[in-house]
């Protein structure tokens, strides 16, 4: 066999082969660390034209449910991928390392939700309250704290992470993978493989478990989608939420000039508060990590001075103010304020926003790290500071509309105003952490246009950073803050955000409880419970949609409109590749026309399909007028989990002609991807060697013949002579053509929407990390 300078053994054992690429023949210790090699099933042997045999393999419900949402794409399907060995790519944190993990949450996670203390008395619509009042305010507030923070969040939500990643797109990855959610919805997907098995999951600990509602939501196309939508608008919302936050938290915090220096404008207020934000998104590139060495300092100060502040104001004001521990409080102030009490709820509402910011953010750090912070430093803080503020203005009744600045002593207003406004910037820091991460996963599961994504960590891949997303965050966050001017308005938007984000969270978080974790019971008491308590905040909230509660829902609706858009887009596009695509037939004639023009090298074609040759090679050879040495047709798939192993990285066939080969590459929605680096392209070319010196066995273990051999070892030579020549890289750029017959539904989202997202977002060689001197785009046009 010629040398193919690749360092890979054959083994072969009980009729199967494996190959270790990282081992040499002559290493001791070979047969005992091996991993099998996952390929499409050969079609060196079979006739031209005829079927794929391992097309029929296909799971024959599947297909049909494919057809009948997608057309007539039947032949879009993946085998399944043969075990390998598995290893858990998410690092085991020591004791010590949990602890500093911890201390960096701080300063990344629980800012919004430490500084609430600063606009919940002064949002909230109270006249003339009496001591009564604040003890049952006080008492809404611990137990909301209380339930949504510590129970819910904190002892379930974080339990049901997606390997390590959290947010509604990940709790969706999660249904999607175990109940194969989503297997009828045309996204980019559609065309590959509906029930993929990925080894990886499959001995995670909440595998897939066949019951009633599961069957319910496998056999309904309508649920599928309505999952999908709550999904994108919890992301939506989310993303409102981080435009939100840093305005309400900044302008609160710099509220406190105005108490000391009366002279001080509010447009002036409103400059400085800019000025803080910008510096704030500013920031943002040094990464989470840098961030939050910076933050946690602040935030850890923030902590411990406003507690020790409040518990001064109770010793002095009101030294039984924890008595509002007892729920009859809540009781007693709604019986006596009736409708009044119940608008009290939208301000109250403001004390848990950022704890979303808890699950939207397990990417960043990890669960025993966020739960750690929150019961012992967060929870408590904020607990006694609340306490101390209710002990003032019992005292002070006429003081909540500037509650916290009020009651601070004297002495330390200064110092303490310069703590707030910190504090009230990294306060920010959740939820636009929250937002990088869910525009990440967004973008992975093709539901998001291409936006540049920087991996700040190099071993915590959940940490990311886009450049595009941050500056149209403060644009967007500037708007809000020079468009309504005051913080109860900004406030009210606040509040509407906040309970839709917590009440997806709590619909899709039931469905996980009742199909992956088969706690029926629980299921039902988490979803009446927090469904009441986040159902009554929300009727509280939305009765103010005239005074800014509207501005979330247009955040939502843009977004969503971006979103869909892209989404539709995408599958058109891969509906015309489809309708447009070559048989092997065909592809045999066009190679027969070019076969005195072939040139050295190897040439990739990408194409979202995975069983199909793409139509872009015929305008390829039109224009081109010759063939590479080695062609393959590469697929790039995204799959809705966290992470692809590396042994499940690559699936490859030979395409019955020499020299003509097929890939598909698959990566979650964490994976890093560098498609132009030496790294992938040998990864690609040891699989595609390896799968050539796999034929040289039969399904019982016997060597194949010698002129077999001599094919294969010929073609391990020439892929690496070709690999040696150079590589070239070819992608379809596609555009539409709106025909007259079209709806002007179509028309909108593809003649307006999508091509211009299209044309503006990074293209899709940038987004590969391919260079520039290495790719090539062929137009396509299409009409619909």
Same mark, same amino acid.
């Given at each position: 066999?010629?040398? %193919?300078?690749?360092?890979?053994?054959?083994?072969?054992?009980?009729?199967?082969?494996? =190959?270790?690429?990282?081992?040499?023949?002559?290493?001791?210790?070979?047969? +005992?660390?091996?991993?099998?090699?996952?390929?499409? @099933?050969?079609?060196?042997?079979?006739?031209?034209?005829?079927?794929?045999?391992?097309?029929?393999?296909?799971?024959?419900?599947?297909?049909?449910?494919?057809?009948?949402?997608?057309?007539?794409?039947?032949?879009?399907?993946?085998?399944?991928?043969?075990?390998?060995?598995? +290893?858990?790519?998410?690092?085991?944190?020591?004791?010590?390392? %949990?602890?500093?993990?911890?201390?960096?949450?701080?300063?990344?996670?629980?800012?919004?939700?430490?500084?609430?203390?600063?606009?919940?008395?002064?949002?909230?619509?109270?006249?003339?309250?009496?001591?009564?009042?604040?003890?049952?305010?006080?008492?809404?507030?611990?137990?909301?704290?209380?339930?949504?923070?510590?129970?819910?969040?904190?002892?379930?939500?974080?339990?049901?992470?997606?390997?390590?990643?959290?947010?509604?797109?990940?709790?969706?990855?999660?249904?999607?993978?175990?109940?194969?959610?989503?297997?009828? %919805?045309?996204?980019?997907?559609?065309?590959?493989?509906?029930?993929?098995?990925?080894?990886? =999951?499959?001995?995670?600990?909440?595998?897939?478990?066949?019951?009633?509602?599961?069957?319910?939501?496998?056999?309904?196309?309508?649920?599928?989608?309505?999952?999908?939508?709550?999904?994108?608008?919890?992301?939506?919302?989310?993303?409102?939420?981080?435009?939100?936050?840093?305005?309400?938290?900044?302008?609160?915090?710099?509220?406190?000039?105005?108490?000391?220096? %009366?002279?001080?404008?509010?447009?002036?207020?409103?400059?400085?508060?800019?000025?803080?934000?910008?510096?704030?998104?500013?920031?943002?590139?040094?990464?989470?990590?840098?961030?939050?060495?910076?933050?946690?300092?602040?935030?850890?100060?923030?902590?411990?001075?406003?507690?020790?502040?409040?518990?001064?104001?109770?010793?002095?004001?009101?030294?039984?103010?924890?008595?509002?521990?007892?729920?009859?409080?809540?009781?007693?102030?709604?019986?006596?304020?009736?409708?009044?009490?119940?608008?009290?709820?939208?301000?109250?509402?403001?004390?848990?926003?950022?704890? @979303? *910011?808890?699950?939207?953010?397990? #990417?960043?750090?990890?669960?025993?790290?966020?739960?750690?912070?929150?019961?012992?430093?967060?929870?408590?803080?904020?607990?006694?500071?609340?306490?101390?503020?209710?002990?003032?203005?019992?005292?002070?009744?006429?003081?909540?509309?500037?509650?916290?600045?009020?009651?601070?002593?004297?002495?330390?207003?200064?110092?303490?105003?310069?703590?707030?406004?910190?504090?009230?910037?990294?306060?920010?820091?959740?939820?636009?952490?929250? *937002?990088?991460?869910?525009?990440?996963?967004?973008?992975?599961?093709?539901?998001?246009?291409?936006?540049?994504?920087?991996?700040?960590?190099?071993?915590?891949?959940?940490?990311?950073?886009?450049?595009?997303?941050?500056?149209?965050?403060?644009?967007?966050?500037?708007?809000?803050?020079?468009?309504?001017?005051?913080?109860?308005?900004? #406030?009210?938007?606040?509040?509407?955000?906040?309970?839709?984000?917590?009440?997806?969270?709590?619909?899709?978080?039931?469905?996980?409880?009742? @199909?992956?974790?088969?706690?029926?019971?629980?299921?039902?008491?988490?979803?009446?419970?927090?469904?009441?308590?986040?159902?009554?905040?929300?009727?509280?909230?939305?009765?103010?949609?005239?005074?800014?509660?509207?501005?979330?829902?247009?955040?939502?609706?843009?977004?969503?409109?971006?979103?869909?858009?892209?989404?539709?887009?995408?599958?058109?596009?891969? @509906?015309?590749?489809?309708?447009?695509?070559?048989?092997?037939?065909?592809?045999?004639?066009?190679?027969?026309?070019?076969?005195?023009?072939?040139?050295?090298?190897?040439?990739?074609?990408?194409?979202?399909?995975?069983?199909?040759?793409?139509?872009?090679?015929?305008?390829?050879?039109?224009?081109?007028?010759?063939?590479?040495?080695?062609?393959?047709?590469?697929?790039?798939?995204?799959?809705?989990?966290?992470?692809?192993?590396?042994?499940?990285?690559?699936?490859?066939?030979?395409?019955?002609?020499?020299?003509?080969?097929?890939?598909?590459?698959?990566?979650?929605?964490?994976?890093?991807?560098?498609? #132009?680096?030496?790294? =992938?392209?040998?990864?690609?070319?040891?699989?595609?060697?390896?799968?050539?010196?796999?034929?040289?066995?039969?399904?019982?273990?016997?060597?194949?013949?010698?002129?077999?051999?001599?094919?294969?070892?010929?073609?391990?030579?020439?892929?690496?002579?070709?690999?040696?020549?150079?590589?070239?890289?070819?992608?379809?750029?596609?555009?539409?053509?709106?025909?007259?017959?079209?709806?002007?539904?179509?028309?909108?989202?593809?003649?307006?929407?999508?091509? =211009?997202?299209?044309?503006?977002?990074?293209?899709?060689?940038?987004?590969?990390?391919?260079?520039?001197?290495?790719?090539?785009?062929?137009?396509?046009?299409?009409?619909?």
């Amino acid at each position: 066999m010629a040398n %193919t300078g690749l360092d890979v053994e054959l083994v072969i054992k009980k009729g199967k082969v494996s =190959f270790d690429p990282k081992l040499r023949a002559s290493d001791t210790n070979v047969s +005992t660390q091996k991993t099998s090699l996952p390929v499409f @099933e050969s079609h060196a042997n079979k006739q031209v034209g005829e079927p794929d045999s391992y097309l029929q393999k296909m799971d024959t419900e599947s297909t049909e449910a494919v057809k009948a949402e997608a057309g007539s794409h039947s032949n879009c399907n993946l085998p399944d991928l043969i075990s390998g060995t598995q +290893t858990h790519k998410y690092k085991a944190y020591n004791k010590l390392e %949990t602890l500093m993990m911890a201390y960096q949450t701080l300063g990344v996670v629980y800012g919004d939700l430490a500084t609430s203390p600063l606009y919940v008395y002064p949002t909230m619509s109270i006249n003339t309250p009496n001591e009564k009042d604040y003890l049952g305010i006080l008492s809404l507030i611990i137990w909301t704290l209380t339930a949504i923070g510590l129970f819910k969040y904190v002892l379930l939500v974080l339990h049901a992470d997606d390997n390590g990643e959290g947010g509604t797109f990940a709790l969706y990855s999660k249904l999607y993978r175990h109940m194969k959610v989503g297997q009828k %919805t045309k996204n980019k997907n559609s065309y590959s493989t509906p029930v993929t098995k990925l080894n990886f =999951f499959d001995n995670f600990k909440d595998r897939h478990v066949s019951s009633n509602s599961a069957l319910l939501l496998d056999g309904r196309t309508t649920t599928h989608r309505v999952l999908l939508f709550i999904s994108m608008l919890g992301t939506c919302m989310l993303i409102g939420d981080g435009i939100l936050t840093p305005a309400i938290s900044v302008l609160s915090a710099m509220d406190g000039i105005q108490q000391v220096a %009366t002279q001080v404008k509010s447009t002036t207020v409103l400059w400085l508060s800019a000025t803080v934000l910008v510096l704030l998104f500013i920031f943002q590139r040094f990464g989470t990590k840098h961030v939050s060495w910076f933050f946690s300092p602040i935030m850890t100060i923030w902590l411990i001075t406003t507690p020790i502040i409040g518990a001064y104001n109770i010793a002095v004001h009101y030294p039984g103010i924890f008595k509002a521990f007892s729920p009859h409080h809540i009781i007693s102030f709604f019986s006596r304020n009736g409708k009044d009490g119940w608008l009290t709820l939208g301000g109250t509402a403001l004390c848990i926003t950022g704890a @979303e *910011a808890m699950f939207a953010d397990l #990417g960043h750090f990890n669960r025993p790290s966020i739960q750690l912070a929150f019961s012992t430093m967060v929870y408590p803080s904020v607990i006694v500071t609340y306490a101390g503020q209710t002990a003032y203005l019992i005292k002070h009744p006429a003081d909540h509309n500037q509650a916290f600045y009020k009651f601070l002593p004297q002495c330390v207003y200064w110092p303490m105003f310069v703590i707030a406004t910190l504090a009230a910037v990294v306060a920010s820091q959740g939820l636009i952490s929250a *937002a990088f991460s869910i525009i990440k996963q967004s973008v992975a599961l093709d539901y998001f246009p291409r936006v540049t994504l920087v991996h700040t960590s190099t071993d915590k891949e959940g940490q990311v950073y886009s450049p595009e997303v941050n500056y149209c965050l403060m644009l967007m966050c500037l708007l809000v803050l020079f468009g309504f001017g005051s913080g109860p308005e900004i #406030g009210n938007a606040f509040g509407v955000a906040v309970m839709f984000v917590m009440i997806i969270t709590t619909i899709l978080m039931t469905v996980v409880m009742l @199909e992956i974790w088969k706690t029926r019971v629980l299921a039902l008491v988490f979803f009446l419970i927090f469904i009441l308590i986040e159902g009554t905040y929300l009727s509280a909230v939305v009765i103010k949609f005239p005074k800014g509660g509207w501005l979330p829902f247009i955040f939502a609706f843009f977004l969503a409109i971006m979103m869909f858009s892209w989404y539709y887009g995408r599958q058109k596009k891969c @509906e015309c590749e489809m309708k447009n695509r070559i048989n092997l037939d065909q592809l045999g004639v066009l190679l027969a026309r070019i076969e005195t023009h072939r040139v050295p090298g190897l040439c990739l074609f990408y194409t979202d399909l995975i069983n199909e040759v793409p139509p872009v090679i015929i305008h390829y050879v039109n224009n081109i007028r010759s063939l590479h040495q080695v062609i393959i047709f590469t697929t790039i798939r995204y799959v809705p989990v966290t992470t692809v192993s590396a042994s499940e990285r690559f699936f490859v066939e030979q395409l019955g002609y020499k020299g003509i080969y097929r890939c598909v590459a698959q990566y979650g929605y964490t994976d890093m991807m560098n498609l #132009g680096g030496d790294e =992938f392209m040998n990864e690609m070319v040891m699989t595609l060697t390896m799968y050539l010196q796999s034929r040289l066995v039969s399904d019982h273990g016997e060597i194949s013949s010698i002129e077999a051999m001599s094919h294969n070892s010929e073609d391990i030579t020439e892929l690496e002579y070709a690999k040696e020549a150079g590589v070239v890289y070819v992608l379809g750029k596609t555009s539409f053509k709106i025909n007259q017959k079209t709806g002007w539904v179509q028309r909108i989202l593809l003649g307006n929407f999508y091509n =211009f997202l299209h044309n503006n977002c990074r293209s899709a060689m940038a987004f590969l990390k391919i260079p520039v001197t290495k790719h090539m785009e062929i137009g396509m046009l299409y009409e619909v």
